[in-house]
């Protein structure tokens, strides 16, 4: 039987197409994914004002609209946050969490804050942008490494502007609950406020130079570490 407890959480300014490649190279290894789309970002989405606490509740949301359970949630660069949280206030329904290049919160800390961003100039730019965190332009993301032509040109065509509250808010976190919690990270580093964050138990880490997309540029290689997780 295909393993149904995995759930892909696409990072800032994407949608849930962010993991197709990934769930291809999983099905390989007998592993079916669910992938979701958090509040906002859809294109035709038109609400803005939408709060960080609301992409975790997306999360619970689908936990509990599953008959099986308990899951692993993959979190990318943003949802590093999303997934950290939705594990801290449902813990009894997760299993583990895997980050891909992503950010994991600190208590009263917002994702700008932990990204090491100029938080100032960054809600500059999302008031400027009618509260959306604005995507990285062509000219970054052409700049990219690890990504093929037909990466980018997918990354430009489909990121949208982010809502921008999400951003903003602070996590609210507690010590000892994400500390019975399997934790892999799967990136080119492990940053340090990563491995020293005192919020999660031991961090397994997994390499892979993939750049910041990991799951596109090397899906192969991150669903194959994926496989070998001992909890999965």
């Avoid at 400027?128 to 990219?144: D, M, T």
Wanted: hydrophobic share 40%; glycine share 8%; charged share 20%.
């Amino acid at each position: 039987m295909l393993n149904k407890n995995l759930i892909l959480v696409p990072g800032a300014w994407s949608d849930k197409s962010i993991w197709n490649e990934l769930k291809i190279e999983l099905q390989k290894f007998n592993i079916a994914s669910h992938a979701i789309t958090l509040d906002g970002l859809n294109k035709q989405d038109k609400i803005k004002n939408i709060s960080l606490q609301e992409h975790v509740d997306n999360v619970i949301s689908y936990i509990n609209s599953q008959e099986t359970g308990p899951f692993f949630l993959v979190g990318h660069s943003y949802s590093g946050f999303v997934t950290s949280l939705a594990a801290q206030q449902a813990p009894d329904k997760i299993n583990g969490l895997i980050f891909i290049e992503a950010f994991l919160p600190e208590n009263q800390k917002s994702l700008l804050d932990m990204a090491g961003l100029d938080v100032k100039e960054e809600k500059k730019a999302i008031e400027k942008n009618n509260g959306l965190w604005p995507p990285p332009s062509a000219e970054e993301l052409l700049s990219q490494p690890f990504l093929t032509d037909n990466q980018k040109d997918y990354l430009i065509k489909n990121m949208v502007g982010h809502p921008g509250k999400t951003v903003i808010d602070l996590a609210c976190m507690e010590i000892g609950t994400l500390k019975k919690i399997p934790v892999h990270y799967i990136g080119g580093g492990l940053p340090y406020k990563v491995n020293d964050n005192p919020y999660f138990g031991k961090i397994n880490y997994h390499k892979v130079e993939g750049g910041h997309w990991p799951m596109l540029t090397k899906p192969s290689e991150v669903a194959a570490i994926i496989n070998d997780i001992k909890e999965l």
